[in-house]
């Protein structure tokens, strides 16, 4: 009845409740308490096994060429022009309304779709390779060697792509790598940089900012959106013939340095800039497109020699990171390649706490199918461990992938929410950058030929005197015949320099070998008739290009023996590197040695101006004990 007191049962039961509560409440907080405090602590374990809490020096390997030194002066050869801030997408892991709504209203192959990075044939969008954008549902397509031709023909294949796109309702990334000289996919028409180790070389970083401004807004206005670099490796092992002068340096904060320019630079050109290549493919001789290469670095001193310069890449807020496909037992004792590896991955995602997208470097290269996988066997293996996008070339392999993971979310091998997360992940990018809806903004052309004559002046800005113990550079006039020996050209080389020495009063006769980098150079009586030849000369100019590489890609010594049989003529020797400064390694007995550090058109100019000593050079090796 209303007001009266609760029956005797009743009163128990109610004590009974109250006196649960007052024990359990304090017992969830305990345990609430005591759970955060694990987390904390065994993040702290995962951060201080690679040291990621600690001052400590790096701890090095034997043999080792970890550096200790850090060397980034600026160059005060010729003025850069000064930057004006522009702000930059900034990618979080806030929940954004827009992506939220479009990946609830996606389809499970619609999302599986967002996290294939596909290839496309030909040079333009037929009818074929737009009905298979619209049956795939890619998130990105990569633009391989063989689709582009020129900046007017890649805007309206890109233009073309994006409209091929709009039955999925969310554009593409379109990507492609872009790195300068020696790695690009243009036949012509863009600015060609010099390569990275180049730009490393003239020790001054705000020329990588305004490489990676000037050329991605050659890109943006070719309808790329996105570019694969910059290159993040530090370059350990000088026998690497895959990363070699697509690395700044090998020095980790030399290379930080650069990387965070170059990485301001792509962003202000309203580019999707990707780290690549983590946690780094720089310590190996093994080339990943090949074979597994394995990378027996401890984890301190991965921690302070390869890490550097992808966490300088996410302090300028890269949104994008590639993996290699290098295994680091330190990480993972079952010695998988990082892109499968959920223990390296997971230094990245929760050690170095990265909210963006986790790419693949190319699954069909050898390190991943080496050894029976397929690429849609091994792409659901990277998926599971922590990737979010994959690099599929072949557009057959890319939709076989598809389907393979559609069937393995069906089938419980990959948990739908691991698809969630790598989807909101590429959304969440999209969404930053202006690609969540269309229509895709379509930039203006910018100023070729002030690029142009940018890159002419990194090129001289590159060249590097690194030995000259002779006193050889410049050449003295007293040494008026000179015989140039070098490879066969094509980059108009030997009209400039002999056009410059000519005009300064020498007289030059050049032998040219045949081009190294095609296979091993054929012996047809060089090694011994140049040498009895240069008898006859006052001076011999030696062109090397990677001698010292050649020996690990071809098993070729020949440029190795030449240099050593004119050492022994005892005539003046000047040695040219043309593009690896490591030929060094070779014959360190050499008293005058250059690199140019690359053959772009400022390079070359640079090089023979040095000569007859109408310039004088300033750049630096960036790699440390070379020479």
């Not at 997408?89 to 999302?111: E, F, G, K, N």
Request: proline share 8%.
């Amino acid at each position: 009845m209303p007001g009266s007191r609760p029956s005797r049962p009743s009163r128990r039961l109610l004590i009974t409740i109250l006196t649960l509560a007052a024990i359990g409440i304090p017992l969830c907080c305990v345990t609430l308490w005591i759970c955060i405090r694990l987390w904390k602590d065994l993040t702290f374990i995962s951060r201080d096994i690679l040291g990621l809490s600690s001052t400590q020096p790096s701890v090095t390997r034997t043999p080792s060429l970890i550096p200790t030194s850090s060397s980034t002066s600026t160059s005060t050869l010729t003025p850069t022009p000064s930057r004006t801030p522009t702000p930059t997408p900034t990618y979080t892991p806030t929940p954004d309304p827009r992506v939220l709504t479009l990946l609830s209203q996606m389809t499970l192959r619609q999302m599986v779709g967002q996290l294939i990075m596909t290839g496309v044939n030909g040079q333009e969008v037929t009818a074929a390779t737009c009905q298979f954008i619209q049956q795939l549902a890619p998130g990105a397509v990569v633009y391989r060697t063989g689709n582009v031709v020129s900046p007017q023909q890649l805007r309206q294949s890109s233009s073309n792509l994006q409209g091929c796109a709009y039955v999925g309702g969310v554009p593409l990334f379109l990507a492609v790598d872009h790195e300068g000289q020696y790695v690009t996919r243009f036949e012509g028409g863009v600015t060609i940089y010099p390569p990275a180790m180049a730009q490393g070389a003239t020790q001054n970083p705000e020329l990588a900012y305004q490489v990676a401004l000037s050329a991605g807004r050659e890109l943006s206005f070719s309808g790329v959106n996105m570019v694969l670099g910059p290159v993040a490796d530090v370059l350990i092992e000088y026998n690497n013939t895959v990363i070699s002068q697509r690395s700044f340096g090998g020095d980790p904060d030399h290379v930080s340095a650069f990387v965070a320019e170059a990485s301001k630079g792509y962003l202000e050109a309203g580019l999707i800039p990707v780290l690549k290549h983590f946690p780094g493919h720089g310590g190996v001789a093994g080339d990943s497109h090949y074979t597994l290469p394995t990378d027996d670095v401890d984890c301190q001193s991965l921690r302070s020699a390869y890490l550097p310069p992808f966490q300088a890449g996410l302090d300028a807020r890269v949104p994008v990171v590639m993996t290699s496909h290098v295994a680091f037992p330190c990480l993972d004792e079952a010695n998988r390649p990082a892109t499968l590896s959920d223990e390296v991955l997971r230094v990245l995602l929760e050690v170095m706490e990265f909210h963006g997208v986790v790419l693949t470097d190319s699954m069909s290269m050898g390190a991943i199918t080496s050894d029976g996988r397929t690429i849609p066997e091994a792409s659901v293996q990277a998926v599971r461990a922590g990737v979010d996008m994959l690099l599929i070339t072949s557009p057959e392999q890319a939709l076989a992938t598809r389907n393979r993971l559609e069937l393995a979310v069906q089938q419980g091998e990959i948990p739908l929410e691991r698809i969630h997360d790598a989807v909101e992940r590429i959304l969440r990018v999209k969404a930053a950058s202006g690609l969540i809806s269309f229509p895709v903004l379509e930039p203006s052309a910018p100023d070729w030929q002030a690029n142009y004559e940018f890159a002419l002046d990194v090129g001289r800005q590159a060249l590097a005197l690194l030995k000259d113990q002779a006193n050889l550079v410049p050449i003295p006039p007293e040494l008026h015949r000179i015989l140039v020996i070098g490879p066969t050209d094509g980059w108009g080389l030997y009209p400039l320099l002999t056009t410059d020495l000519h005009a300064s009063g020498f007289e030059t006769y050049v032998v040219r070998y045949s081009n190294p980098w095609s296979g091993p150079v054929p012996e047809v009586g060089y090694l011994e008739s140049l040498p009895n030849q240069a008898i006859e000369y006052d001076l011999i100019l030696m062109l090397t290009w990677e001698s010292h590489l050649n020996q690990f890609r071809y098993d070729d010594v020949w440029q190795m023996r030449l240099v050593e049989a004119l050492i022994a003529t005892g005539k003046p020797l000047i040695v040219v590197a043309l593009k690896s400064p490591t030929d060094i390694l070779d014959f360190p007995e050499i008293t005058t040695y250059i690199t140019t550090f690359g053959t772009t058109r400022g390079q070359l100019q640079a090089l023979a101006d040095a000569l007859v000593g109408d310039y004088t050079p300033s750049a630096q090796s960036p790699l440390p004990g070379i020479p």
